[in-house]
């Protein structure tokens, strides 16, 4: 029997700070050159070389302002700030690739769904099939209020929205259009056939929209759907929409219980529990030898930075760990926050002390350090033991995190056979799923086709 063979995205975000926190100072560090066009087409092409499926860019609306209760740590340390906008980096990164996929975040609270529809109709053409989307709903109190509103949108009324968001864009991508309503036809002066093009009537709680998708059918129509929601209602969610699932995991036995929970809630909207791909955030450092991994790390850590990392996480937490004493217990605070991250505090034996310990590296991802065939016998052991499909690797250093992969870890895995040899043919669809281009039929986009 031939063996599971593991997805791959690059994780990675138009900024400087993603992650992990400080490595911008490290000397081989080129991510404040974020803002050209040729770091990201130079790393784009560095992960086709290494096959990847994709590269999946995050993406923040708003900042980190709950530490200290100011935004100085962030800008001294560029924690997401500055952050640029990732579906602009798109055409240039298709232009010099022809496989890799692109998965965006965009954060639907703030983007009209009729012109993020085109926007992502419009990528869809241009890198023929390649994109997908990371749908969030937001969770910063600070974005809010610069996007106008009092405050953040209570957690699972964010979601109440994005179903109906999601109706809309089925609407429009699915719906508008028929299959064959372009006739490109140049004898008849026909390009498009009227009777074929439908007007999108939506008159909703959140959203009304009467009108036309200005975009003729991509060849996805619907890009790739990615979620990262792991609460209750989060998981209800992906159930019903998420092709892909980003987790972040801590121990193998908790992500198992994790990607279970993902495969039921997609059972539970009539879909199978492979339609449903699940990845996990995961920092390797990898050297020839096991000694000269663990030397590079050393050297990572030196130039890291714990506050930092602690100082993303209380924005993530909606918590100021800096009114605390290194040792005193962290009081849980329920909030609009993300509900995995407040999760893990919910014992109160959580403490500022133990907070830097875990972001030494800057981040509080799980990280690999070893030799190619120590790291390739872990990915092989977390594929494995907790059902996942595959990881999103972070950078520590840019980018030779992603180099250093793609010279001694693939070449391991693709000996295993647990890593493809070459890409196969068509859409980020199909390459993943191995299927049609367009939404399976079980999947409720497909209930939206005229």
């Not at 981040?363 to 790291?375: A, C, F, H, K, M």
């Amino acid at each position: 029997m031939s063996k599971k063979k593991i997805l791959l995205n690059a994780f990675n975000m138009n900024c400087i700070g993603h992650i992990n926190h400080g490595l911008w100072t490290h000397p081989r560090d080129n991510s404040t050159e974020y803002k050209t066009l040729q770091y990201w087409t130079e790393l784009a092409q560095i992960l086709e070389r290494g096959l990847f499926d994709g590269l999946f860019i995050a993406d923040i609306v708003g900042v980190y302002d709950v530490y200290q209760n100011s935004i100085d740590v962030p800008l001294k340390e560029s924690i997401q700030l500055p952050v640029n906008d990732p579906l602009l980096l798109v055409s240039a990164m298709a232009a010099v690739t022809r496989h890799l996929g692109f998965g965006l975040t965009a954060n639907l609270t703030y983007e009209p769904p009729y012109l993020f529809a085109r926007r992502m109709s419009t990528l869809d053409h241009l890198s023929r099939g390649r994109v997908g989307w990371n749908i969030v709903t937001g969770y910063l109190d600070s974005a809010a209020k610069a996007m106008g509103l009092t405050e953040q949108v209570e957690h699972d009324r964010r979601y109440d929205q994005a179903d109906e968001y999601l109706q809309v864009l089925y609407k429009l991508w699915e719906g508008s259009w028929e299959d064959d309503a372009v006739l490109n036809d140049p004898q008849t002066r026909v390009y498009a056939q009227p009777g074929k093009v439908h007007k999108v009537e939506h008159h909703g709680e959140f959203y009304q929209v009467e009108g036309y998708h200005l975009c003729e059918p991509s060849p996805q129509r619907t890009p790739v759907l990615f979620q990262a929601g792991s609460s209750e209602r989060g998981l209800l969610f992906a159930g019903r929409h998420a092709e892909c699932v980003f987790i972040s995991g801590q121990n193998k036995a908790a992500t198992k219980q994790q990607v279970d929970k993902v495969r039921a809630s997609a059972v539970e909207a009539g879909r199978n529990p492979a339609d449903i791909k699940v990845f996990m955030g995961l920092n390797v450092i990898v050297g020839a030898t096991e000694a000269l991994a663990w030397a590079k790390h050393a050297e990572y850590l030196s130039y890291a930075s714990a506050e930092a990392g602690v100082a993303h996480f209380s924005a993530s937490t909606a918590i100021d760990f800096s009114a605390y004493a290194l040792d005193e217990p962290i009081q849980y605070v329920k909030s609009n926050a993300i509900q995995s991250a407040t999760k893990n505090l919910q014992n109160n034996d959580w403490t500022r002390r133990k907070l830097l310990e875990q972001h030494a590296l800057g981040g509080r991802y799980i990280t690999l350090v070893g030799s190619p065939e120590q790291v390739a016998d872990e990915l092989e052991s977390w594929i494995s033991e907790t059902g996942l499909d595959g990881f999103n690797l972070t950078r520590v250093v840019t980018p030779e995190s992603y180099v250093d992969f793609i010279d001694l870890v693939i070449p391991e895995l693709q000996r295993r056979g647990s890593y493809k040899t070459e890409y196969e043919q068509g859409t980020l669809r199909e390459k993943v799923f191995h299927g049609t281009a367009r939404l399976p039929e079980q999947h409720t986009g497909s209930s939206y086709r005229h």
